[in-house]
């Protein structure tokens, strides 16, 4: 999704990863630089791509993929709270929907509302796909079943029928108004398996710095550094030169500029480090090499020695202490 803010090469980076992701689900229709360049991403979406293969695409991405909503969604309370959380920081992610939430009897209505950028069939149906795609990964597929979905377009025919099969929703119900999706007041109601009060604290806090951010525009070259950092950490050691080219300028001009700003390329990368380490070590599932790997160093000895840095005791510690409190 387009981030608010963001320059036009980085939202070209993200309507490609898009297009990506469309592959995944059997699009294989190839959308070019130049065409996202020359057009609206909307109207591409409306007149070059398959019927709901947005949907479907983000109904694919992994869990995680929006670390910030995605790990805030899953340690509240329960999965309202959740939605919750992720309606009030979707603005750090997005700059195109939000929802209204709708009590309605026994449902809950999540009604898509647009709150700037470009409204379209396909902000609507990415911003469903992708919040199912994350609200299944808290609860599980069977668990968090959706009631239906409702969508702004018509109904696309039997030719989408496929892609309907992998958005696994029993009901979606076309030429609404507004697009929306619907759940059960119990699901609504239903304690979060991934509840942990004290990382949700953390995440807040780092959450409502980055909401600051986002509605001061532009935003800070700081936070652009940190949101290109995030996706080069796994399985490397990301260098200003690389985070410089990504936005078109020079490492020495960058790091004069964050500079001006009180902070340094190293201090950002490193804080980012320390951030994710606290969500990493809070998954039992992760191995230090894997926790290692996910934060781009070298070898685990390297990560031991920077989270004794940080924390003053070593990972293996605080993996422990952290698991014993969810």
Known sequence: MIERGADPEGALRSMMVVVDAMATVGVDRKVSREAIQAGSWGALYDRELTPLS????????????YELVDFLGASAPTVGEG??????YLPVVSSYNTFVTEMLGDEVRLRATHIGGEASWFSDEWLLGATVRGFRGIVGIDTFQVRRLELRRKDPGSNVSSFVEQAMVPRIVYGQASAALVLSRE??????PRANSRLHEVLLMHAD?????????????AHRVRQELVPE????????Q???????TTPRTLQRRLSEE???????LDKIRAELSTRYLADPALSMTEVAFLLGFSEPSAFARAHRRWFGRAPRERSALTQTIQ
């Open 54 to 65: 947005g949907l479907c695409a983000a109904l694919m991405m992994p869990f995680g993929t």
């Open 83 to 88: 939605f919750g959380r992720l309606i009030k």
């Open 187 to 192: 699901l609504w109601e239903m304690p979060s």
């Open 209 to 221: 710095e980055l909401l600051r951010e986002t509605n001061n525009k532009p935003p800070s070259l």
């Open 233 to 240: 950490l796994r399985g490397g050691d990301p260098t200003v």
């Open 242 to 248: 690389t985070v410089a080219k990504k936005l078109a």
């Open 262 to 268: 009180g902070t340094s390329f190293i201090e950002i």
